[in-house]
């Protein structure tokens, strides 16, 4: 069994245990160390705090293993970044909302927004350009989130910001 398929083996449970969903694991040889980068995500996001709970549970998980043999190890917990390709229905579900730039089989490319996503059937409902669009995962050879730096704010992200300024000038009285 590789240090990969060990690792994976072991701290997949753990990182489950959390709520959260182990994307990958890669181990790499620096010096004389290993570095193993643990990938994580979960629908909630990811907070620092949270990152923190993973690094230790998965920290003590090692710690009693022989899952590395007898190398010194350094553990890096991360979460996939944008740049991750959408491959599976949880990261379609938890793109609902953002812009993607898909790539289709036939090798037509556009960029549009997930409105819905249903896990059971795979259909994607999209926003081309102005165009509601439904397409199945399985005619996207490739889909990537895009960064938006300038998205309006929504009406009800509006409302929700302005009760929680509310909610704290009345504490604060």
């Not at 694991?25 to 620096?30: D, E, K, L, Y």
């Amino acid at each position: 069994m590789s240090d990969v398929s060990a690792v994976t083996a072991l701290i997949e449970p753990v990182v489950s245990s959390l709520g959260l969903d182990l994307e990958a694991v890669r181990i790499s040889n620096v010096g004389r160390r290993k570095l193993v980068k643990v990938i994580v995500d979960g629908d909630q996001g990811l907070t620092l705090d949270l990152v923190a709970d993973v690094s230790r549970a998965v920290g003590a998980a090692l710690d009693d293993s022989r899952a590395l043999g007898d190398a010194d190890w350094t553990l890096e917990v991360t979460s996939p970044g944008v740049e991750r390709p959408l491959s599976l229905p949880r990261h379609w579900r938890r793109a609902v909302g953002r812009m993607v730039r898909v790539q289709f089989n036939d090798g037509r490319e556009d960029t549009g927004r997930v409105l819905e996503f249903d896990e059971e059937s795979g259909e994607a409902v999209f926003n081309f350009k102005g165009a509601t669009r439904t397409r199945n995962i399985s005619l996207i050879s490739k889909a990537i989130v895009q960064v938006e730096f300038n998205r309006a704010i929504k009406d009800e992200d509006l409302e929700a910001v302005a009760e929680a300024l509310d909610d704290a000038d009345e504490e604060e009285q």
